[in-house]
């Protein structure tokens, strides 16, 4: 037997909005499958955490991050890095994950960095315009998988609101991909036990387990918000309402009532108009609207309303 121990890795969620779309910056793996920056916390080199957490995703992407907030820590066995190096020793690989919104979309200065759209890992999170369209061929595949097991079918139809009832709840990503890892639907699940991946497998595979990573920060991040101004770490400094609404729906994956949304938006005090128009073309010009001054990380900040469309 070899030598055992644990190995820590930071991994980095870093979620901008780009061409209207909600993108996470990724890197490529080992096996050329996409990957988050992830990079070996040395605890004789590393002062901390976060300190190496920016050193490597800046060396990996050129990106430098601005705020970021550890997520969670990944250490179910036999997870393996994307970048681990070959060796004789047995070791139990941790990742503790970190989340980092930016509203610099511009392109990431490494050629091997790219921004890539959420809906595009994870397309049955995409309810704009009703149910996805792969949500047909999953449930499909789900209802085949819990066949004869009530707790099963229970989980289908909560977490796909596949039954009368049952509302889509956007903020559990992670749930809802931990249960096609389990019924084997996702590419993810064939790698991992040496299968052939299943034809209709959806979204765009992963390195390792960071496709699980970044479930947990979309879920994070939808989750809050509701009752965090985090959205607008994501926008310029100046936006009109469509701006801020079209911005919600793609990161919740919702189509929102606008009249509701905007009157919620108001309601919040935390805008406020700058007498300004928009320059874009091709319609009427809006008005341009900013965060109202202040410090919008106190315990006295509110999120935005979601009202989605029935």
């Known amino acids: 037997m070899g030598e055992q121990g644990v190995r820590i890795g930071l991994s980095a969620v ?6 209207g779309k909600a993108c996470a ?10 990957a988050l ?16 957490l920016r050193a490597f ?57 790219r921004w890539t759209p959420l809906l595009d890992v994870f397309p049955w999170e995409d309810r ?9 061929v999953l449930l499909d595949g789900l209802r085949d998988w819990s066949a004869g097991d009530p707790r099963r079918a229970a989980r289908v139809e909560a977490l796909f609101a596949a039954a009368p009832g049952y509302r889509w709840n956007e903020g559990r990503v992670l749930e809802r991909y931990e249960l096609l890892y389990e019924a084997g639907l996702v ?16 979204g765009l595979p992963m390195a390792s387990d960071h496709r699980r990573i970044l479930a ?41 009532h606008k ?14 108009a700058t007498g300004r128009l928009s320059a874009a073309t091709g319609g009427r010009p809006a008005e341009l609207f900013r965060v109202v001054a202040g410090d919008l990380s106190s315990g006295e900040a509110l999120g935005l309303p979601l009202p989605a469309l029935r």
Do not use: W
């Open 259 to 272: 009249q509701n949304f905007r009157r919620g938006v108001e309601r919040t005090g935390l805008v406020e």
């Open 25 to 34: 910056l990724t890197t490529t793996g080992d096996d050329g499958s996409a």
């Open 216 to 256: 947990t920060g979309l879920g994070r991040l939808r989750s809050k918000l509701k009752y965090r101004p985090v959205l607008f770490d994501l926008m310029p400094e100046t936006f009109t309402l469509s701006g801020l609404q079209a911005a919600a729906e793609a990161v919740a994956g919702l189509s929102l």
């Open 187 to 202: 590419a993810e699940a064939a790698r991992d036990q040496d299968k052939p991946v299943p034809a209709h497998a959806p």
């Open 14 to 19: 870093v979620i901008a909005l780009r061409d």
């Open 37 to 52: 920056p992830f990079g070996p916390f040395d605890p004789a080199r590393d002062r901390t955490f976060e300190l190496a």
């Open 57 to 113: 995703v800046t060396a990996q992407t050129g990106f430098r991050l601005g705020f970021v907030e550890q997520l969670y820590t990944f250490g179910d066995l036999g997870r393996a890095s994307p970048r681990a190096t070959p060796g004789p020793e047995h070791h139990r690989e941790v990742s503790v994950g970190y989340l980092a919104l930016t509203a610099d979309a511009a392109d990431a200065p490494a050629a091997d960095a």
């Open 128 to 136: 704009r315009d009703g149910a996805a369209a792969c949500q047909t």
